[in-house]
């Protein structure tokens, strides 16, 4: 996943632009999510769908309210950024964590069969959501 933040040239708009090959479906309803369910004022510009081709997916979230011209945008700007920080960790640790860990698995341990790769997939996803030693 890329991520950038800048600044429009014209409007002197705030934005953050995200991109993704494979999660494009889960950074999408995060997004949302952020948007309708957090109530934060951005605007989704999609730049590049990322489906025809197997290219990035790219989004441009606009910051609706923030034109960074006083402290009190400037904090603004922090605090949304704290949002965007905050579902993106949500969506590594539900989402791409355990694709990552199954893709290592698989590409370590071919010589194993399927349950023992499954076994050792269950034991570190219980490691990594804090169960311990399973």
């Known amino acids: 996943m890329h991520i950038f933040s800048g600044e ?11 991109g993704t090959t494979y999660y494009q479906e889960n950074l999408c309803r995060k997004l949302n999510d952020l948007r309708n369910k957090e109530g934060l004022p951005i605007e989704l510009c999609e730049i590049s769908n990322g489906r025809q081709d197997g290219s990035q997916y790219l989004v441009r979230c606009v910051f609706l309210d923030v034109k960074c011209k006083n402290n009190n945008d400037r904090i603004k700007l ?11 960790a949500d969506i590594i640790l539900q989402e791409w964590e355990r694709n990552f860990v199954r893709k290592v698995l698989m590409r370590e341990y071919k010589d194993k069969n399927t349950i023992e790769i499954e ?7 219980g490691y990594l959501n804090g169960k311990g030693s399973g």
């Open 119 to 125: 076994q050792i997939f269950d034991k570190t996803c």
């Open 8 to 18: 429009g040239f014209f409007l002197n708009e705030q934005y953050i632009e995200l």
């Open 78 to 88: 922090k605090i949304y950024k704290y949002y965007f920080a905050k579902a993106l």
